[in-house]
């Protein structure tokens, strides 16, 4: 029974591909469809039919490796596991239907291909969500290295005068990553004054001003200054209400008025040349 239901889907192979790229587009979230161009999830549609053969012949380790490799494309082409999942049960219905109008299947032998069907399909379908999952999840990762990786950057602006431009919300692992860039930084740029500049960050509560503090004293250990500047008033009505005692530091309301402090500590200035455009 399982070669009748294989040898049916390779020889309608293309009217089952065209059945199923209507019913889905039908079906799907707009949002799905407008994610790639019709050629895109045309051949990627391809591939997936191709997957779901491969599931009838061919060895399981061969069905393994394009089952990971489809994952893998479907993750980066941002196509929900629904989607996917959706999409066998659709192929399922398509190839079921058309066999009960080739007189294929017919009321004597219904339910047996009907425990045919599911017991092929059960498996794989377990197993896509399976492969999808594992693969979104190392992308996830991969990404959250990678933003890691820029979300605490320290930039040189004048000879030891860094800026440390924080962004977003900060937890316990992002303050590890700020530590350990600003002690790096400092010591890789020479900084003399170090520049923590908060005026992305949406919140400023205990926690957050707890990891700031200790990130300034560990950069006074390495024998710089810290300097916390974009202090919005919200912010600094938000510390003076939680009581937090910022005395350690020198304080601006922003990054301008921070670099001049910043020049006057190291002895520099900046001076308009008489006569210079």
């Known amino acids: 029974m399982n070669k009748i239901i294989s040898n049916y889907i390779q020889d309608n192979k293309q009217g089952i591909l065209d059945q199923w790229i209507d019913r889905t587009k039908e079906e799907a979230d707009d949002r799905v469809v407008r994610l790639v161009s019709d050629r895109v999830f045309h051949a990627t549609s391809k591939e997936f039919i191709d997957l ?20 893998e494309k479907v993750v980066r082409l941002g196509w929900p596991l629904t989607f996917v999942t959706k999409g066998l049960h659709t192929f399922n219905s398509i190839v079921f239907e058309a066999m009960q109008k080739d007189e294929i299947i017919i009321p004597d ?5 009907v425990i045919e069907f599911d017991r092929w399909a059960a498996p794989m379908s377990n197993e896509i969500v399976s492969i999808y999952s594992s693969t979104w999840e ?82 006074r250990l390495i024998g710089a200054k810290c300097m916390l500047v974009g202090i919005r008033p919200e912010i600094a009505q938000t510390i003076v209400n939680l009581g937090i005692n910022l005395n350690q530091f020198t304080t601006k309301n922003n990054l301008k008025r921070g670099i001049e402090a910043a020049l006057e500590l190291t002895n520099k200035k900046i001076v308009s040349l008489e006569g210079a455009k």
Request: net charge negative; aromatic share 4%.
């Open 52 to 71: 779901i053969i491969s599931n009838f012949k061919g060895s399981s380790k061969e069905y393994k490796e394009k089952l990971t490799d489809f994952a």
């Open 138 to 219: 190392r992308t996830v990762s991969l990404q959250k290295m990678a933003l890691q990786e820029l979300s605490a950057p320290l930039i040189p602006v004048f000879e030891g005068i860094t800026v440390m431009p924080l962004v977003g919300t900060i937890d316990t692992d992002r303050a590890k990553q700020i530590m350990e860039n600003l002690l790096k930084g400092a010591v890789k740029h020479r900084s003399e004054v170090v520049l923590i500049d908060i005026t992305g960050v949406p919140v400023v509560d205990t926690m957050v001003a707890h990891h700031i503090i200790q990130a300034a004293e560990a950069v």
């Open 109 to 113: 032998n219904q339910m047996d291909f």
